[in-house]
């Protein structure tokens, strides 16, 4: 598709009003007459999408490859800076090569590199940002996929990468091609880039489903749909949904799809920081935030980009004013050479400051596992944040592991003992008696231990209060955005 069809193919029909059409390079004759123009790369305007408005920052990639030397810089500010004023949501479609030395001739000379009117960071406090990879976006244009709450790159055909295969060729003598730099495989590495699309109609898909959960601004509330998915439904396979046998690991994006309305999940991030699961969905039509463990990714513990990936969800959720429901199935965090010296604590350490920071009513299902500081970043905690806990019949908690923590407690009784091995699972047995969740509950550590039938119901309760919670603090969000 070219601009203006990818423009069609995005927002309701006729309903795209363009602004700046006449921008560009004018060309004259001695005698002053016009001659021609030569269009500007940036397309700019509104439209909109389910009938919500929404600013469109668009590249023209057939004029000058979208690079800096054929657009007017003012022209794309301007309607960023209208979608900050207005308090609409943003969308750009970018297909820029970035930079071109060319600009120098242009200007007569350099310019310091920055663009002291742009409101980038003012825009992802106020309103739902969205950056679409298109084609080779550099430089600034990956920039603007990259300076927004969701992004989304087109496999085979975009890449998003501070610097392409010339630069990169005279910088370090090194021939790499651009998708290596900086196409979808790249970035199930790197987690730049959340989602990815198998072409462009996909990619523009996932944009109107993306801002279909979303407010208008922080000073609105989100939509809220009709439903008439039973919120009392209650899929009896749920009860055997978590293997008795704890080695067996299970589906929880399964379990997720029987709990959330029907048709309503839709996944960030599904290829980066795996053993964590960030979702948008419904429950009874009120759009709400999901973060849970995977355990077929390293087991559901808490990596690097795992943690990454929850700051990023929870801060996104407690910015627009979306309850949070978090399922739990957490073994801890990441151990082990590469981990630590990825750095995964400090990944979990800011995990905890934005659940501290969060303003989300926030309720956690405890499905199984949940151990060490990994699993105590299931919520917030303290003050009028509070953490609405509700535990499977499978579940088990604690500071450490059974397994590992006997060994590491009992060492030299169970070396000294006639058989290590027996006397090892001896102690187990022992303290695994005392793992059970009624236990905790007894002492009120959880507020019910519930049939995994009955989970839909209680959440669909639960986020009938979240939701006036969420309308009473608007003002505080729209505040804190200072906005």
């Not at 350490?349 to 105590?376: D, Q």
Request: hydrophobic fraction near 40%; charge should be neutral; proline fraction near 5%.
């Amino acid at each position: 598709m070219n601009a203006r069809e990818r423009i069609d193919a995005l927002v309701d029909g006729g309903s795209f009003h363009e602004m700046g059409a006449l921008a560009g390079k004018g060309h004259y004759d001695h005698e002053g007459r016009y001659q021609r123009t030569d269009p500007t790369n940036a397309i700019v305007g509104t439209g909109r999408i389910a009938g919500r408005k929404v600013a469109l920052h668009v590249d023209d990639f057939t004029i000058r490859a979208g690079s800096s030397e054929g657009t007017i810089a003012d022209k794309w500010i301007y309607i960023e800076r209208l979608a900050l004023q207005l308090r609409m949501p943003l969308v750009r479609l970018v297909d820029s090569a970035g930079g071109s030395v060319k600009l120098l001739m242009q200007i007569g000379g350099t310019k310091i590199p920055e663009y002291t009117t742009w409101p980038a960071q003012d825009l992802l406090k106020t309103v739902p940002v969205v950056g679409v990879a298109l084609g080779a976006c550099a430089g600034q244009g990956a920039i603007k996929v990259l300076s927004s709450h969701f992004s989304v790159l087109v496999r085979e055909q975009a890449q998003v990468m501070a610097a392409g295969p010339h630069v990169v060729r005279q910088a370090y003598g090194q021939e790499v091609d651009k998708n290596d730099l900086g196409g979808w495989k790249a970035h199930r590495k790197s987690a730049l880039v959340h989602n990815e699309a198998v072409d462009e109609a996909d990619a523009l898909a996932q944009v109107k489903r993306f801002l279909s959960y979303l407010p208008r601004s922080v000073h609105e509330l989100a939509p809220v749909l009709p439903c008439d998915d039973d919120p009392n439904r209650a899929d009896d396979w749920l009860k055997d949904a978590v293997p008795r046998d704890r080695r067996k690991i299970y589906d929880p994006r399964k379990i997720l799809a029987a709990v959330f309305d029907q048709g309503s999940l839709f996944e960030i991030g599904r290829w980066q920081g795996a053993s964590v699961i960030t979702m948008l969905g419904r429950l009874n039509g009120v759009p709400v935030g999901v973060i849970a463990n995977d355990p077929k990714a390293q087991g559901g513990a808490m990596t690097l980009q795992a943690a990454y990936k929850m700051e990023r969800h929870t801060k996104l959720c407690s910015l627009f004013g979306l309850p949070v429901v978090n399922f739990v199935d957490q073994p801890g965090n990441a151990t082990g050479l590469e981990a630590e010296l990825a750095g995964t604590l400090l990944g979990a350490t800011r995990v905890g400051e934005a659940l501290a920071e969060c303003r989300s009513p926030w309720v956690s299902i405890l499905m199984r596992r949940c151990f060490g500081m990994a699993g105590a970043l299931h919520g917030p905690k303290g003050g009028d944040r509070l953490n609405h806990r509700f535990a499977w019949p499978s579940a088990r908690w604690g500071s450490i592991p059974i397994e590992g923590g006997v060994m590491a407690a009992h060492k030299a009784e169970i070396e000294a003992a006639p058989d290590p091995a027996a006397k090892r699972t001896e102690l187990e047995a022992h303290y695994v008696a005392m793992t059970s969740p009624f236990r905790t509950a007894e002492k009120f550590g959880v507020l019910d231990i519930i049939d995994p039938r009955e989970t839909r119901r209680a959440l669909c309760d639960w986020v009938d209060d979240a939701w006036y919670v969420v309308r009473g603090d608007l003002p505080l969000r729209a505040a804190a955005a200072g906005v």
